[in-house]
């Protein structure tokens, strides 16, 4: 049961940074979605550390599938 | 996964920027459909207000920008405030409302939220999930 966080800073002229933690594979995507779609439009994204290490953790784990060779 | 986004805010949702106008102090004049715009010239608009100092100020939906657009005339704004400010205001209040009640509809719970030196609000919101 993974917690799923939102952090939002809300400036001044109403421009927001958004980070969102705590999911696994793309749902983080569709978790924001919606939420985006209605607050305008994103200028940048980026996928942050520990989507890299998931994506890692993922990559190991299909060469492992792949490769049949059990550790 | 994770991700970072910043997102450019437009006032998109009628319901949102109407929570956002009351949560600063602006109520909504109902009976007032047209606001003297550009070089004073009457224009319809979905939602209209008085301003302290008799300004008038409206909301117009906007096919191309696919947003709520400020209408008033500059030369009668008698506001404390500049209208660049007011705008601020009123998109950095939308933004707020707009994330409060998505994210409530999602399940989420707000477990800090800040008013920065500078401005900013900061908001974390959590969920369990199932």
Known sequence: MPQKTLRFKIHQDGRVEETVMGFTGNSCDEATKNLEDALGKVTVKKKTSDAFISNQIENLKKLKNESNVTF | MSHFSTIKTHLKEKDQLIEALNNLGYPINQEQK???????????????????????????????????????????????????????????????????????????????????????IELVMTKWDN
């Open chain 2, 34 to 120: 047209f606001v003297k715009g550009y070089r004073g010239k009457f224009t319809a608009v979905d939602l209209s207000m008085n301003l302290p100092g008799e300004t008038k100020v409206g909301f117009k939906w906007d096919n191309n920008s696919n947003a709520y657009e400020l209408v008033t005339d500059l030369d009668l704004w008698k506001f404390d405030i500049p209208v660049e400010r007011f705008l601020s205001k009123v998109t950095q209040m939308y933004a707020y409302q707009t994330i409060i009640s998505k994210t409530k509809e999602d399940g989420y719970q707000i477990v800090e939220q800040k008013n920065q030196n500078d401005g900013s």
